[in-house]
């Protein structure tokens, strides 16, 4: 079974209830996944100005805290706790 690996921001900053802004990337690719997380991370390393400006639309001039590949088991899990999906990229 092939696992999807997704791109996931952690933004700077949090909430007064604990709680941090995270962005989802959907579509960094024509399929909007990976298939490995080492596909997933060589991207990340190749387009550093593609994600810098996808976050930049979507937050401001905030930072990023952490750029990392998640696999598809984990953003579903966080998407049925309450998590809010990003905007398309």
């Known amino acids: 079974m092939v696992k999807a690996w997704f791109i996931v921001a952690?933004?700077?900053?949090?909430y007064t209830d604990g709680?941090?802004?995270?962005?989802i990337f959907q579509h960094p690719l024509d399929h909007g996944h990976f298939h490995?997380?080492?596909m997933c991370q060589k991207f990340i390393g190749n387009h550093p100005f593609k994600i810098a400006k996808a976050l930049v639309e979507e937050f401001?001039?905030?930072p990023?805290?952490?750029?990392m590949c998640v696999p598809e088991e984990t953003i579903e899990?966080?998407?049925e706790e309450g998590g809010k999906?990003?905007?398309?990229?």
């Open 77 to 79: 899990k966080f998407m």
């Open 60 to 62: 401001g001039n905030r």
């Open 64 to 67: 990023p805290e952490k750029i």
């Open 10 to 14: 952690i933004m700077t900053g949090m």
């Open 36 to 38: 490995s997380s080492s």
């Open 85 to 89: 999906r990003g905007e398309s990229t």
């Open 19 to 23: 709680t941090k802004d995270i962005f």
